[in-house]
């Protein structure tokens, strides 16, 4: 009898490991143990943030403000709001909508440059579509002046940036498909050398010159930054260069996380920074 209720101990023993081993197989999530995969990086850097820090002189992300995150300096809306965005939120335009924001005087001292804007709007149907200006309280176009101008299509924008260089005008003019419809990031760059640089999604679709423009820009009679119209649409005008034109429109879309650095970003960083903030990072 001894015998026989060792046997039966023994074999109960070994069915409880057993059990436990199989419970404790059964819960075991390799998921959980896993370790976790860091977030992957672009020409070396993981944040937008990261991408030429020291050289970045304005910064508008649209986070339900106008103000530059540099300057601290405010901005006033005429009409428009903020929307969903790239990331976070962003500028929201309409057919009579723009924002008027206060320049800095890093702004004004830009000789080189490159600006960096996400836009989501649809092709210019009753005027041009102005995206970013930094004004000229004189002359008919801004010290800098974006936009996408009439004749662009659905299948290819023209796009135009007006840049001055004591108090002359000149302008880098691209053809550039894919730009309505959807958001869309467009890097712009002007070097000394005269060399212009447009990239969009982080590709450069054109480069070249506008007109015959070289060395150091020297902006004069330096005003606000214009978002959604052109310089002399807002109301009241700009600049005492003009009035409102009927060739040039609201835009209606939405703008967002516009950048703007004193030097000019290699293509590596030009292409980073689209992905990273694609990613909202």
């Known amino acids: 009898m001894k015998r026989n209720h060792n046997i039966l101990i023994a074999v109960l023993t070994g069915l409880a490991i057993v059990f436990t081993i199989s419970a404790c197989q059964k819960s075991f999530d390799p998921k959980s143990y896993a370790p976790k995969k860091p977030a992957p990086t672009f020409g070396g850097y993981s944040a937008s943030s990261q991408i030429e820090a020291d050289s970045l002189v304005a910064y508008w992300n649209f986070s339900s403000t106008l103000t530059d995150s540099i300057s601290k300096l405010p901005g006033t809306a005429s009409g428009s709001s903020f929307a969903a965005g790239i990331f976070g939120q962003a500028y929201q335009g309409s057919l009579t909508a723009y924002a008027v924001c206060k320049s800095s005087p890093a702004l004004a001292a830009l000789q080189k440059f490159t600006a960096s804007v996400w836009v989501n709007t649809t092709p210019p149907t009753t005027g041009l579509l102005d995206y970013f200006t930094l004004s000229n309280t004189v002359n008919f176009w801004g010290n800098v002046e974006m936009f996408f101008d009439n ?3 659905n299948t290819d924008a023209h796009v135009r940036i007006h840049l001055s260089q004591s108090g002359t005008d000149n302008t880098f003019a691209a053809e550039v498909p894919g730009c309505f419809g959807g958001w869309v990031n467009l890097i712009f760059s002007y070097d000394v050398t005269g060399a212009c640089t447009l990239y969009m999604n982080g ?12 060395g150091p820009l020297v902006f004069q009679n330096v005003g606000n930054i214009v978002f959604g119209c052109t310089q002399f649409t807002t109301v ?8 409102s034109q009927p060739w040039a429109a609201n835009l209606p ?3 967002d996380q516009v950048r703007v650095y004193n030097k000019v970003l290699s ?12 990613l909202g990072r």
């Open 151 to 153: 004749g662009s299509t």
């Open 203 to 214: 590709k450069s679709v054109a480069t070249g010159t506008a007109g015959t423009l070289k």
């Open 236 to 243: 009241p005008s700009q600049t005492a260069g003009s009035g």
């Open 253 to 255: 879309g939405k703008i």
């Open 267 to 278: 293509a590596n960083e030009a292409s980073a920074l689209y992905n990273l903030e694609n």
